[in-house]
């Protein structure tokens, strides 16, 4: 069965701590795995689309890479308006143009 | 402005009663999605659609009809709402499902907060 997983859960850091965040894929071909960002009470917002290992984008603080079996979302010095649920995606290489969500990670920064 | 428009914003209704919650974009896009958010479970796709009459079902369909008619709309509805169907449900749309050199980038509403008694 297609999965993806994400991990932690939840996550506080302190402003300027940097971490990363794990996407790992269960699934029989990828044909793009996507990063977004959420806020309470909004909908998702884009921000990243990797297609193949290896490949990095970066946007102000996070960066993110993709390996054949997982994907990192890297954030270097947070700052408070980094706080955010992270939600990672899978598109399947073969069949139909369903997309597949984690179920997110909590992210807080606390100043 | 771009954006992708959902009404109502939030909605109590009985079991039984059908509904539709609306969706609207108005940046010409090709795919749209209606999905359904729950603590614990993330986000699931409910349908899909790749262009004007071109539907498809993702995670979890049951119990939800979609139409796309036009390119701009596409309703969700539930002919017989039941109590596990309260939830929040969020509309989007992207110029493409992604992949192949493509963002897939999806612009999503602000959601429909549904509550079935």
């Known amino acids: 069965e297609d999965q993806v997983t994400q991990s932690p859960e939840a996550l506080r850091l302190q402003e300027g701590e940097s971490s990363s965040l794990n996407c790992s894929y269960t699934?029989?071909?990828?044909?793009?795995l996507f990063w977004y960002r959420q806020d309470p009470g909004k909908g998702p917002e884009f921000l990243f689309t990797?297609?193949?290992a290896g490949e990095e984008k970066e946007k102000e603080r996070l960066k993110a890479t993709l390996t054949k079996k997982e994907s990192f979302l890297h954030i270097t010095a947070p700052k408070p308006e980094d706080s955010a649920t992270y939600l990672c995606?899978?598109?399947?290489?073969?069949?139909?143009?369903?997309?597949?969500f984690g179920t997110g990670t909590r992210l807080t920064i606390i100043p | 402005e771009a954006q992708v428009t959902q009404n109502p914003r939030y909605l109590i209704t009985v079991t039984g009663k059908k509904l539709t919650v609306t969706c609207s974009q108005n940046?010409?896009?090709?795919?749209m999605s209606w999905y359904r958010q729950d603590p614990g479970l993330g986000l699931r796709q409910i349908y899909y659609?790749?262009?004007?009459?071109?539907?498809d079902k993702g995670d979890v369909p049951e119990g939800y009809k979609v139409s796309r008619k036009e390119k701009r709309n596409f309703p969700l509805i539930l002919e017989s709402p039941s109590p596990n169907q309260t939830s929040l449900y969020f509309c989007?749309?992207?110029?493409?499902?992604?992949?192949?050199?493509?963002?897939?980038?999806?612009?999503f509403g602000p959601g429909t907060r549904l509550t079935v008694t």
């Open positions: 990797l297609y193949s």
């Open positions: 995606a899978a598109l399947l290489l073969f069949g139909n143009e369903k997309l597949t």
């Open positions: 699934v029989s071909g990828l044909r793009g």
């Open positions: 659609s790749m262009n004007v009459e071109v539907t």
């Open positions: 989007a749309s992207s110029q493409d499902s992604g992949g192949l050199g493509r963002t897939g980038e999806q612009y």
């Open positions: 940046m010409n896009h090709e795919y």
